[in-house]
């Protein structure tokens, strides 16, 4: 499957629990940025918070997001460029944290800045997953990821 058909099937997903995202058309197309795309990172951060026994931080979310990615995506394996210190990335994050907080996919505790999966997010992830194997199989290599980062220990300063 070539990116753009993920992405746009992620998009297609995000539209048929009807939640809307307006994505530009270019944002889509620009080489190596797919990474950066607003409705994979949500999709990211929601399999995330949706694993038992892992509490997300909101400021330790783009660095986590970063070395899932890093980890379960071949490419960026073998890149010499390492995501946790990518700047873009960090922005997309938080719009994609607001995103998933205002579609009540998930929610964002104020006094511990901990992000949780709500019951409407886990029922859009088990839908979407169920529907489309290349969700779930983009889902189970982030369970993998993270998996493997805690137990190098890898953990934001």
């Given at each position: 499957?070539?990116?753009s058909d993920?992405?746009?099937?992620?998009?297609?997903?995000?539209?048929?629990a009807n939640?809307?995202?307006?994505?530009?058309?270019e944002?889509?197309?620009?080489v190596?940025d797919?990474?950066?795309h607003?409705p994979?990172?949500?999709f990211?951060?929601?399999?995330l918070?949706?694993?038992r026994?892992?509490?997300?931080?909101?400021?330790e979310?783009?660095h986590?997001v970063?070395?899932v990615l890093?980890?379960?995506?071949?490419?960026?394996?073998?890149?010499q460029?390492?995501?946790?210190?990518s700047?873009?990335?960090?922005?997309v994050c938080?719009?994609a944290?607001?995103?998933l907080?205002r579609?009540?996919?998930?929610?964002?505790?104020?006094?511990?800045k901990?992000?949780t999966?709500?019951?409407?997010?886990?029922?859009?992830?088990?839908?979407?997953?169920?529907?489309d194997?290349?969700?779930?199989?983009?889902?189970?290599?982030?369970?993998?990821g993270?998996s493997?980062v805690?137990?190098?220990?890898?953990?934001?300063?």
């Amino acid at each position: 499957m070539q990116r753009s058909d993920f992405l746009q099937k992620l998009i297609g997903e995000l539209d048929s629990a009807n939640i809307h995202l307006k994505v530009s058309p270019e944002s889509a197309k620009m080489v190596g940025d797919e990474i950066f795309h607003l409705p994979a990172i949500s999709f990211c951060i929601l399999c995330l918070v949706n694993i038992r026994n892992f509490k997300l931080i909101v400021p330790e979310t783009g660095h986590f997001v970063a070395s899932v990615l890093q980890e379960s995506v071949l490419g960026l394996q073998k890149s010499q460029t390492d995501l946790r210190w990518s700047f873009r990335l960090r922005v997309v994050c938080a719009d994609a944290l607001d995103f998933l907080e205002r579609a009540g996919l998930a929610q964002i505790d104020q006094t511990e800045k901990s992000v949780t999966v709500t019951e409407k997010g886990k029922d859009f992830l088990r839908n979407s997953c169920s529907s489309d194997p290349s969700l779930e199989m983009f889902h189970r290599g982030i369970v993998r990821g993270l998996s493997r980062v805690v137990a190098k220990g890898d953990r934001l300063l």
